[in-house]
């Protein structure tokens, strides 16, 4: 009898040992749950998307233009009574949102580049969490064709805060491609045909239709550019154009542009380099970037 008892108390320690245990464990994935909330500061996020789930939605009425219909109708695979609430003005308030993000995104596009049209049409969610949130926007200018994204990036509260986009390459990139030529044939670099210039990079309103080559030279404004240069190397071999590519980088890092170089050696005539869109002949390619050479080489 006595024996029973004594196992019986050893079961009962045991089974409290383990339940202390998981007790610990889960109090301790709780507050590491709690401390990356603080960490990351989306608690106010966490917040909005539970009282979205407890909470009934209810509709109101919404004035709304028909681009802006369009751009809710683009948002995802809509039935056909959520595009009857659009054409009426039936909006929930979360869409509510976004048509009012819309337009603040259209008014700092057109405060950043005037005169020029813009089409948004969808939009994804990249980064949910964190003090650094964003959606991406896809946008078309309509004058010039040009497709870019646009970024909205949200405060710790969840509200507009900035918006940052590319479209200002299209003001400046040809310029700066010139540039870039006329410094090299200063230099005596021989048979460089043509240079391209993408800012593919998105960045705020100091970026703007009124920017000039000058505030990137003179650095007060911090672009980064990826350059593509096309050299005429009809009939010259690897090793030859290797060569040419060693003085082309001391003339690059000179120069000092700040981004990333592409150097195609071509074995073709000058005129179908200068005019080809594809189907480029290459014998080399040389590739290096520039994060500000000579600074970092005088730290």
Not at 83 to 112: C, I, P
Not at 186 to 200: A, F, L
Request: net charge negative; glycine share 6%.
């Amino acid at each position: 009898m006595g024996d029973s008892n004594e196992e019986g108390h050893v079961e009962n320690g045991s089974c409290g040992a383990i339940m202390r245990k998981y007790i610990e464990k889960i109090v301790f994935i709780v507050c590491g749950v709690c401390t990356l909330l603080l960490v990351l500061k989306i608690g106010p996020k966490v917040i909005d998307i539970v009282r979205l789930l407890v909470e009934k939605p209810t509709l109101v009425y919404y004035e709304m233009t028909e681009r802006e219909r369009e751009f809710l109708r683009s948002e995802s695979d809509y039935q056909e009574a959520d595009v009857k609430r659009y054409d009426e003005g039936m909006l929930y308030s979360f869409e509510v949102k976004e048509v009012e993000w819309l337009r603040q995104l259209y008014a700092d596009l057109e405060e950043r580049y005037p005169g020029y049209q813009f089409t948004v049409s969808y939009k994804t969610h990249d980064d949910l969490f964190g003090p650094n949130g964003y959606y991406k926007y896809y946008t078309e200018e309509e004058i010039t064709g040009r497709t870019f994204y646009t970024y909205i990036f949200y405060d710790d509260q969840g509200d507009y805060e900035h918006e940052q986009d590319s479209f200002y390459g299209y003001f400046i990139e040809d310029e700066y491609a010139e540039y870039l030529k006329e410094q090299l044939e200063k230099r005596q670099i021989e048979d460089v045909v043509k240079v391209e210039v993408r800012m593919p990079y998105s960045m705020g309103k100091e970026c703007n239709s009124s920017m000039t080559i000058e505030d990137i030279i003179n650095e007060d404004i911090r672009v980064s550019s990826q350059f593509k240069i096309y050299i005429y190397a009809r009939g010259v071999t690897e090793e030859e154009c290797k060569m040419h590519a060693e003085s082309l980088q001391m003339e690059l890092e000179n120069i000092n542009l700040y981004g990333t170089y592409d150097i195609y050696y071509c074995d073709m005539e000058e005129e179908e380099i200068l005019f080809a869109e594809t189907g480029f002949e290459f014998t080399y390619i040389s590739r290096s970037e520039s994060w500000n050479w000579s600074k970092e080489d005088g730290e």
